[in-house]
């Protein structure tokens, strides 16, 4: 009896593990290039989530299949291609800036497949596409929070800055106009620049016969740094604000002296974590990194892949792209590591903004700032 039981037991046992399969998630960061620096953080914390839960409840293994687009349009469209058609992925995570997450979101959209986008915050990004979802907040929700800080500060005139080649500057210069100008607020200028310029000397040089009360930024590290040391060697001293654009320490090092007082939008503040959750899995970057630093693009990057994996784990068939995307638009105050998330049926995020400054080189927070 002891025989036959032991063969049945053997027999279960290796018929859970023939049944039990790899699924592949696809992931389109830039890992080169100008923008690695967001890449390889936000990379980093789909990796740990990934290591922490490598599994569905059903046994299946997820197998993370990352391609690096080097911050490049072309080359994302080749990577998301490569993904669906040979890797057969089930899913997307990426790809970061809303100019190459939109790309990835075109070609997914036609085949089916849908898209976690961890910080891409252009407004447009979702619309009229069905497989397009997001863990992050909207321009529109960010440039409020800057025209209301703004406001509060008794800031009453502005100068933007814009980078007309990125459709995440362009997305959220609009929603501040919006909103500053509703709150009473007037836009005095508003000057062009385009990625890879490096003298604004002519820039500055305009701000300062403009005299605003602060400045915003709506751009990526390279260039907001750039501005903000050409500007204190010109002796322009305006207060500076940006977006989620430069929420990382590569900012802070290009920077210098040159970033403190700098404030900027952020989705997460590592010192203030919102759950327990939250708490855990920045305890579990310092041990398996070494840093107790966690950059907020790691708390979102970890947020697609877990939001990915329980939607999964609500379909009957986890390999169905349609039943996972439906499952992801119905995530509700899901416990994410940057906090409370919820997905609505256009695939945008409700979620809390922080606000952080930059005080001897180090990025401080300020307020967290509910929808």
Not at 87 to 111: E, F, H, P, R, Y
Not at 176 to 193: L, R, W
Not at 347 to 367: C, L, M, P
């Amino acid at each position: 009896m002891k025989k036959i039981l032991s063969i049945a037991l053997a027999s279960a046992l290796t018929c859970s593990v023939v049944m039990a399969k790899e699924i592949k998630v696809g992931a389109v960061m830039p890992m080169s290039g100008p923008l690695a620096a967001y890449g390889q953080v936000t990379n980093l914390g789909v990796e740990l989530a990934n290591k922490l839960q490598p599994t569905l409840k059903n046994g299946d293994t997820i197998k993370i299949v990352l391609l690096d687009n080097k911050g490049d349009k072309v080359e994302t469209a080749n990577a998301t291609t490569r993904l669906i058609s040979s890797d057969n992925v089930v899913a997307i995570l990426g790809a970061l800036t809303s100019t190459n997450t939109a790309q990835t979101i075109a070609i997914a959209d036609k085949k089916q497949i849908p898209v976690i986008a961890s910080v891409a915050t252009n407004d447009k990004l979702t619309e009229k596409r069905e497989f397009a979802n997001r863990v992050c907040f909207t321009d529109s929700f960010q440039g409020e929070v800057v025209a209301n800080f703004a406001k509060d500060q008794g800031y009453k005139t502005a100068v933007v800055i814009v980078d007309q080649s990125q459709v995440y500057s362009l997305g959220l210069s609009k929603a501040f106009d919006q909103a500053f100008k509703k709150n009473g607020g007037k836009i005095v200028k508003t000057i062009k620049i385009t990625s890879g310029d490096k003298d604004f000397k002519a820039v500055v040089s305009q701000i300062k016969e403009t005299n605003p009360d602060f400045m915003f930024l709506p751009l990526y590290h390279p260039e907001a740094s750039m501005i903000a040391r050409q500007s204190k060697q010109l002796g322009l001293d305006k207060p500076m604000f940006s977006g989620d654009g430069v929420a990382n320490q590569t900012f802070i090092d290009l920077g210098g002296d040159s970033v403190n007082g700098y404030m900027f939008t952020d989705f997460f503040d590592y010192t203030n974590p919102p759950s327990q959750k939250s708490a855990d899995f920045v305890a579990y970057h310092e041990k398996e990194t070494g840093n107790k630093e966690m950059n907020s693009f790691t708390a979102l990057g970890a947020d697609t892949y877990n939001v990915l994996i329980d939607a999964m784990n609500r379909c009957e068939d986890p390999t169905n792209s349609i039943c996972i995307n439906e499952q992801i638009k119905k995530t509700t105050a899901f416990d994410g590591v940057s906090g409370k998330i919820t997905i609505n049926n256009e695939g945008n995020a409700t979620r809390s903004a922080v606000i952080k400054e930059i005080k001897d080189g180090k990025a401080v927070f300020k307020a967290t700032v509910n929808p």
